[in-house]
Structures are given as C-alpha cells and as structure tokens.
C-alpha cells in the first residue's frame, strides 16, 4: 500500500543514522557471504581447471590423491619411480593417442623442475581444453634449454636467454647444487593459473644428465655441444597419457593397474580432482558456515535495532491508529522497514562486491592468471540474496508481531 | 416528516452500553442510554479514572463494547461492526485530538494534516482538487503561518502543534470531531484562544464537537455538559 510505503521510508529517513548503520552492518555480511561464495566457487572452478582432456595418470602404485598431487600440482613426492621400459610400452598401445613422460624431483629457487618432452607443450591442456601458450621462446631443442612457467620468470626476473642453476632436491638450499650446469632459459609459458606457472621445464634427457653422475669438471663442456643419446632417461615419475576413445579409458586403466613387471596405478585426473576437492570441502563449508552467521549477526543487529524504536514509536503507532489505521497496517508497517533495511544492505552489499572485483580483477589476473567474472549474479548466489531478504523479513516479523500486540492494546490511549 | 428527523438527528446515540476489560468481571462503562444531537458542542467532564478514555475508545471502536450494547454512530451500528470496518468507520468520520504530542515526528506539517485522507478515500475525495491547498487554508484559519508551516513539527510550540492537530481532525471534514483534553498542556490564553478557533472550525464544517477534559473551567464555553460519573452508573474505575 502507498501510504504505508510513504511512512516507512520517511520514518526510516528521520531515523537516517541508525538505519544507515543497520544497513551498512546488512551490507557488509552481505559482501561477505557474497565474497566467500564467489571464491569459492571460483577456487572450485580453478581447480578443476588445473588439468584438462587428459584420460589417465599413471604413476609408481600409490593413493589416488597422491599421485595428483604430485603429478599435476606439484606438491609431495613420488613413492617410487616407473620404468622407462614400462613407460614406453604402455605408451605404445594401440588406443594410446599421445603420452607426455614427466620427471619430478629437482628444484631451483623454491620452483619444481619437471623433465618432460616437446609433446607436454602439444597435448597438455588445462582449463576449458586450452593448451599451453608462450608469451615468448619456444620450446627446448638443445639438452641445456629451459622453458619457464609465468611465476617463475616474473618472481625470478627471467627472460629469454637468462641462465639458470638447477639443483638436484627440492630444497632452495640444496647442498647438492649442479653448480656446473648452467641452463638456458629459451622459452616462458604465458600464464594459466595451473602450477604450470610454478615450474621449470627441462628435457628428459636434461634431468638424466643432472643425475648421471659424471664428472662435471671434465665432461660439461664437450657434452653441452654434442647434447643428446648419451642421456637416455632410464625412469620417470609419471607419465599422462590421451586415448583415441574414451570408452576405452576403464580397459586402460584396468590393463596398467594389472601390469606385471611393475606395481603402477592409473588414475581419472577428474574422479581423482573431485575426490580431493571433497577431503577440501570441510573448510570450504566452514568459511560459508562463518559467512553466513555473520548475516545472521547482521540481522539480528536490525532487529534490535527495530526493537528500540518501538517503545518510543508507540505513540505514532497511537496517532496512526486514532488516524483510521489498522493494527494490519501498523505490522506492514515494521515489516516494511524490515524488508527495506534489508534489501537496502543487500543491494549496497552487491554493489561494494563488484566495486571490490573490479579494483582487484585486473591485479589477481596479472599475478595468478585467474579471471575472475563479475559478470552477473549466478542462480546460486541469487538464491542466497532471496534467502537473505527472507530472513530480513522473517525477523521483521518480531517487532511487528509487537506493535500489533502493543497498538491493540494501547488503543488510543498513549502511554509515554 | 423527514426534515423534522434530520433536524433533530442524534449524531451518537448509546443505549445499555457496557465494557469491561478483558479477564475482570467489574464493568468500567455502564451507560443506559445518551444522546448526542448533531452539531452540538458536548463536554464531558471527569476526573482521571472515571473512564474517560476507556469511553473514547468505545466511540471510535478501537475497542468492542461487551455484548448487548449499542452504540450508534450516524446511525450506523459500531457493535455489529468488525474491526477492520469499524478501523474505516473512523477513519471516515471521526477527527481526533490528543492531550498532546500529537503529530508524526518525521513528517512535515502538511503531511501530518493530510495524513487522515491517506486512510480514508471519502476524506481524501471532499479535499480531492487540491489537498494540500485545502491544509493550508485550515492552517490558515487557525492562524499558523506559512513560515510554521514550513518548520518541522518537532520545532513548533506545543500551542502550534495543538492547531495543526486540530486541522488534522477537521481536514476532509469528518461528522464527529473527538478531542481528549486536548489544551491541558496549554497556559490559559493559548487554552481560550485554540478552544475558541476550533469551536468556529467545527461550526463552519458542520462538525458535531466533543471535548473530553478535567478542568471545569472550561465548561461555560459549551452548548452542553455532562459529568461522566453523572451518565456512567458504573462511576469510578481503578
């Protein structure tokens, strides 16, 4: 009704200070429910894009979750290692359409070195089947070329034709530094917002090198200009692989889970994502837990905030009753306030949202890569904003239960 | 026939009415019959207690009168009413004045004496050309300026904001014009004076007048007078 409509917001007008406060406090667990969801999701979302159209992983038998971890987000080790003669007749297979060999276990300056072969720069995708692309260079054709991910070379201050140390470990502090092998960095992958960014890429036959054992003093020099088969890598980590058909990933899967020579597993990088993101999902629950009792502070700071004015309210409820008022009007008119108090704050809440992702979109996609959308409101999030006005208007009811209460009773009579 | 009826209509006419508050057995009110005639300046006296207020809610069927009772109105039955039809009832017919603070705080002086034609359609359609032209004419009358008229009702003396309550109740021109002592808080010129400017307002509505007050002063002003423990045989309420 428009009289009703017209008193609640001049009556929230003059008491501008104290509803301002109240919608700010709204604004704010809004921004934050609002915020959490976002990154949640987007952490979800980025997660899942870590790794892309790859049918299998295999690696040394070990847990699901483990061989993920250390084969696509490089974090932890391998238990064992797998057999270049494996690798190679498991790649062989008639339904294999690609593999990509990786070699774990090297760092340089707090980055993880991964020995690989050209076809990782071919078949690797992650995201939405994006394939990796290089903001300058090219990929490593000599046994001293390196190719850098994103971070490194902007944490590092890399460029094409920098050189770099690789040390044997994965400590920064390494006491086994390959002092004497100078690497050359020839390519830099733009960024993806995977590990990729995170790491160093050398040939296979690069790592083998590292760890031949050989004498550098004498041999560095004469083997960096004749590079090559001396090298032939003798294991690796993990390799991914890509099949012709689909249909055929569960025979694969059984047929290297089942290999003979040596105890492999193979997994689903997607089932094994989805089961990672589930062990996750307790504090990913907590955070939206957290978000949302501070909405329900937030509306419960409206309601006693409501609650305060009513006693001195009870004489314009008086007023408005003799006026021809009903009892029904004096609890639309509370509930009113209610619901506008709280879709003011959700309103203003949004708005410092998208005020927020615009001002730190473009830095988080210069640093990690990840775009963050603040296209539109998703059905998700407007199912929480609807919950939230419902919520405002449910504990409106409370003082509007009251003021019907207290005007039937009052009546006219006013009580000071 | 008929004009000799209209000419002595009765504006209120209460017969065996009786209330009590809910969860007491003694009655508050209990009048076997009163008349009002219309156009008439009624003043009832009484002290606090004697069920003054109890009364005033009855007339303006905020609250129901126990069963059996009869209070007409214009001629219209407010104990077979329902609430919601007698919330309407009120609103079309009967301007009310305070003992005192009287006016919405947030809004402005127009908006407080426009406020009864936002409840009521026939008060908003008697006013329907130019309402707030209509407000300030009645403010005018009862000699607030156009400066009060811009200042917010908190910052008007309690004697103004007795006149805009008073335009309030005339505004839309209802047939009964209920006023609960309403110039107690006023110092005894400003009292005679507002007295005396409602009066005229009342008269030239056609408004039928009744003026509820402690203070037999103020009596002698009145075309009539009853003393409320005289009608109530249920006198003095605790």
């Known amino acids: 009704m428009k009289t009703i409509a017209l008193l609640t917001w001049k009556s929230i007008n003059n008491r501008r200070s104290s509803a301002l406060l109240t919608v700010f406090t709204v604004a704010i667990s809004m921004l934050l429910l609002l915020g959490v969801e976002r990154i949640r999701t987007q952490a979800k979302d980025s997660f899942a ?300 809440g949004v708005s410092f949202l998208y005020l927020l992702l615009a001002a730190i979109a473009p830095l988080i996609n210069s640093r990690f890569g990840i775009s963050i959308e603040s296209a539109s409101i998703s059905t998700h999030e407007l199912k929480l904003i609807v919950t939230v006005l419902l919520g405002g208007m449910l504990i409106g009811l409370i003082p509007a239960f009251r003021a019907y209460r207290q005007s039937l009773a009052d009546g006219m009579t006013i009580r000071i | 026939m008929a004009t000799l009826a209209n000419m002595t209509m009765n504006i209120l006419e209460l017969d065996n009415l009786t209330y009590s508050w809910p969860k007491r057995q003694q009655l508050s009110i209990d009048i076997e019959h009163f008349a009002l005639q219309q156009g008439q300046k009624l003043f009832i006296k009484g002290p606090s207690g004697s069920g003054k207020s109890t009364l005033l809610n009855l007339l303006t069927g905020i609250i129901p009168a126990n069963s059996g009772s009869s209070i007409k109105v214009l001629d219209q039955q407010l104990c077979e009413m329902s609430g919601a039809r007698r919330d309407k009832f009120r609103a079309d017919h009967i301007g009310y004045i305070f003992q005192q603070f009287n006016l919405i705080p947030y809004l402005s002086v127009i908006d407080n004496v426009l406020l009864p034609c936002r409840f009521s359609s026939s008060r908003a359609d008697r006013v329907a050309a130019d309402p707030k032209q209509q407000a300030r004419k009645l403010l005018s009358k009862l000699k607030l300026s156009d400066m009060d008229i811009l200042t917010p009702v908190s910052a008007l003396s309690i004697g103004q904001q007795q006149r805009v309550a008073a335009a309030r109740a005339l505004i839309g021109s209802p047939e009964l014009i209920i006023a609960d002592e309403p110039s107690s808080a006023l110092d005894h010129d400003t009292r005679s004076a507002f007295i005396e400017l409602l009066m005229q307002e009342c008269q030239s509505s056609g408004a039928t007048l009744i003026f509820v007050s402690h203070d037999p002063s103020l009596e002698s002003l009145f075309d009539r007078s009853v003393q409320l423990q005289d009608i109530n045989l249920q006198g003095v309420t605790q």
């Open chain 1, 49 to 348: 894009n870590t790794i892309s159209n790859t049918d299998l992983i295999v690696g040394a038998r070990s847990g699901e979750v483990n061989l993920l971890l250390y084969s696509v987000f490089r974090i932890g080790n391998a238990t064992n290692n797998i057999d270049w003669q494996s690798y190679q007749k498991l790649a062989g297979q008639a339904d294999v359409k690609w593999s990509i060999p990786i070699s774990l276990g090297d760092s340089h300056r707090g980055f993880r070195v991964m020995g690989t072969n050209t076809d990782y720069f071919k078949f690797y995708q992650y995201g939405n089947r994006q394939a990796l692309q290089f903001d300058s260079g090219q990929p490593f054709t000599q046994l001293f070329d390196t190719v850098i991910g994103a971070d490194v070379a902007r944490k590092l201050g890399y460029s094409v034709g920098s050189k770099i140390i690789i040390a044997h470990g994965i400590s920064d502090k390494s006491f086994t530094r390959h002092d004497n092998l100078p690497f050359k960095v020839v390519g830099i992958l733009a960024p993806t917002g995977t590990p990729v960014d995170k790491t160093v890429h050398l040939s296979l036959a690069a790592i083998e090198a590292l760890h031949s054992g050989w004498n550098p003093a004498g041999n560095v020099s004469a083997s960096k200009n004749q590079h090559q088969p001396t090298f032939q890598p003798e294991q690796i980590t993990a390799f991914m692989l890509g099949l012709k058909s689909k249909i055929k990933t569960f025979s694969v899967q059984r047929k290297i889970n089942n290999y003979p020579t040596e105890p492999l597993t193979a997994i689903m990088p997607g089932v094994a994502l989805h089961q990672l993101w589930s062990m996750m999902s307790i504090a990913e629950q907590a955070l939206l837990a957290i978000s949302g009792f501070v909405v329900v502070a937030g509306l419960l700071g409206m309601l006693s905030c409501l609650l305060t004015s009513l006693q001195e309210r009870r004489r314009e409820m008086a007023i408005l009753r003799a006026m021809g008022a009903r009892p029904g009007h004096i609890f639309a008119l509370l509930v009113a306030e209610a619901t506008l108090i709280t879709a003011a704050g959700i309103s203003l």
